[in-house]
């Protein structure tokens, strides 16, 4: 099946810092999905980005599909950032459903 | 809208009992999932719909098993719960192609 890895596994930063998120993947995808999940484990999507760039407030994303990974931009880090940070792929049809990577970490301190 | 429903939130079994997990999405969507997250770990898929009426294994399927009951719901029973079911359980609904999936808030799960 496809391979997703993401990268740092943990990251922790003060709060205004920038931070840049990094997913790759080991085959052509058709859709690719970023997730936060809070600290009372909800899955909140962030973006529907199987290429191009999006941007949603202090966050952006952009996914290079011919090059086979996405991006994830958080500009001025606060507090409520703080969780982990996952990538979903599927390569198409619905037949696999979402494969997702290990996730990142973030911690954003006071 | 309430989006992908999941019940119950939290639940504990004791080794060898059974349960059903429930979910319903009011999207709209013809496919759903079931999905479990370990310590760690990213989600894995248990098993998937790609629509009504037909149900397939995913990465995970042994010691678990589904039913789609119509186009809203999809329900995961485990018929005799082992401690290394111990996880949460996360349901997710979409349609195909081009759209994104919604999760459920999850169902944790202790088995003892």
């Known amino acids: 099946g496809i391979q997703v890895e993401q990268s740092p596994p943990d990251l922790i930063l003060q709060e205004g810092a920038n931070s840049t998120l990094r997913c790759n993947f080991s085959?052509?995808?058709?859709?690719l999905q970023w997730f936060h999940q809070n600290p009372w484990g909800q899955l909140i999507n962030l973006f529907y980005?199987?290429?191009g760039t999006k941007q949603n407030g202090r966050l952006s994303a952009t996914t290079v599909a011919t090059e086979r990974y996405s991006l994830l931009y958080i500009s001025s880090s606060q507090t409520t950032d703080s969780g982990v940070y996952f990538c979903?792929?599927?390569?198409?049809?619905?037949?696999?459903?979402?494969?997702f990577g290990k996730g990142t970490h973030l911690i954003i301190q006071p | 809208n309430a989006g992908v429903t999941q019940t119950p939130k939290f639940q504990v079994l004791k080794t060898g009992q059974s349960m059903t997990l429930q979910c319903a999405q009011d999207m709209n969507h013809n496919s759903m999932y079931w999905y479990r997250q370990d310590p760690g770990m990213g989600l894995r898929l248990i098993y998937y719909s790609a629509s009504e009426g037909t149900t397939d294994k995913g990465e995970v399927p042994n010691g678990y098993n589904v039913s789609r009951l119509n186009k809203r719901e999809f329900s995961l029973r485990l018929e005799s719960a082992a401690p290394s079911q111990t996880s949460v359980y996360f349901c997710a609904s979409i349609t195909f192609p081009n759209t994104e999936a919604f999760f459920g808030q999850g169902t944790r799960l202790t088995v003892v």
């Open positions: 085959d052509s995808v058709n859709n």
């Open positions: 979903a792929v599927e390569r198409g049809g619905g037949a696999d459903g979402l494969t």
């Open positions: 980005i199987p290429s």
